[in-house]
């Protein structure tokens, strides 16, 4: 175990300080749990995917999130807008290959942005990020039949592939940079019973980059914050539905003070 607490509550202290904006261009199921998510983060959402607004948007937020779930040809052009025009500006860009290994569409559309966009993080279930990376993988849905630990040395590959920080959610959560590896240790199972969990996780990292240029370092905080808000939501909800509604609320209710001491992270230098 290292420590590192004293980091992760500066990163929250600013993006509550800063109120960056998170532009999100994602799926219909999660707009309204990741933009009170965010809000109760401190950051400030905004779920815009209009190809007529997208590049401005992009360009004057803190954090682009590019979250593939319900895919159409409208919904991808305006993410290629947004995602370059945010590599423009240098605003990080942060992809959700939702569902990626279920359909050749969305697959293919995830390695398209992944090889014409500059993406500083992705975020996803072990069976996505080996769809990614070239293994031959399947999801059930957009539900992982993979642990974290079947794709561990499949995500410190694709990273030094991408130059690019690769975060695996699940029972524990993996981050790396190919060089680097981070095990989040902060979570609950139930997190796994609400429909867009782990949408909601990237855009956390979102709000936790847009305030922090150490990408590695924000993945880990945000999702170390995250799970710390699933351990917090259990303690008084047991079923899922109060559960998301007692997550959103923890999110909000965790301080900076709580997350140094809350914080589980084990770190390897040696990928």
């Known amino acids: 175990m290292i420590d590192v607490g004293k980091d992760a509550a500066e990163n929250l202290r600013k993006l509550r300080e800063q109120k960056p904006l998170v532009h999100n ?55 290629f807008l947004a995602g370059k025009a945010a590599n423009k500006n240098d605003i990080p860009v942060i992809l959700d290959p939702v569902g990626a290994g279920a359909t050749s569409f969305r697959t293919n559309t995830a390695k398209q942005l992944i090889t014409e966009l500059d993406i500083a993080v992705i975020r996803g279930n072990a069976s996505e990020m080996l769809s990614l990376s070239g293994e031959d993988s399947r999801t059930k849905g957009v539900d992982s039949i993979h642990t974290v630990e079947d794709a561990a040395q499949a995500a ?7 130059d690019a920080v690769i ?3 699940g029972e524990k959560d993996l981050v790396t ?15 796994g019973m609400v429909t867009g969990s782990g949408c909601v996780a990237t855009a956390a990292i ?40 007692g997550l959103v609320d923890s999110l909000y209710d965790i301080g900076s003070d709580d997350l140094m001491t809350g914080l589980k992270l084990e770190v390897m230098h040696e990928a």
């Not at 410190?156 to 991408?162: D, F, G, R, S």
């Not at 190919?178 to 902060?186: A, L, P």
């Not at 150490?214 to 905080?221: E, G, M, S, V």
Request: proline share 2%; hydrophobic share 55%.
């Open 25 to 79: 261009i994602t799926n219909y199921v999660v707009m309204n749990f990741t933009a009170n998510s965010l809000l109760a983060m401190g950051a400030l959402p905004v779920m815009a995917h209009a190809e007529n607004e997208v590049e401005e948007m992009a360009s004057i937020a803190g954090a682009l999130v590019i979250n593939i779930g319900t895919l159409s040809d409208p919904w991808i052009r305006a993410m």
């Open 167 to 169: 975060a695996i959610t």
């Open 206 to 245: 979102a709000a936790f980059m847009a305030v922090n240029d150490n990408f590695l370092r924000a993945t880990a905080f945000a999702l170390g914050y995250f799970g710390l808000a699933g351990q917090w939501s259990a303690i008084k909800n047991t079923r899922p539905g109060s559960f998301k509604v």
């Open 177 to 191: 940079d190919g060089d680097t590896v981070f095990r989040v240790n902060n979570g609950h199972k139930l997190m």
């Open 156 to 162: 410190v590959e694709l990273a030094l592939e991408l």
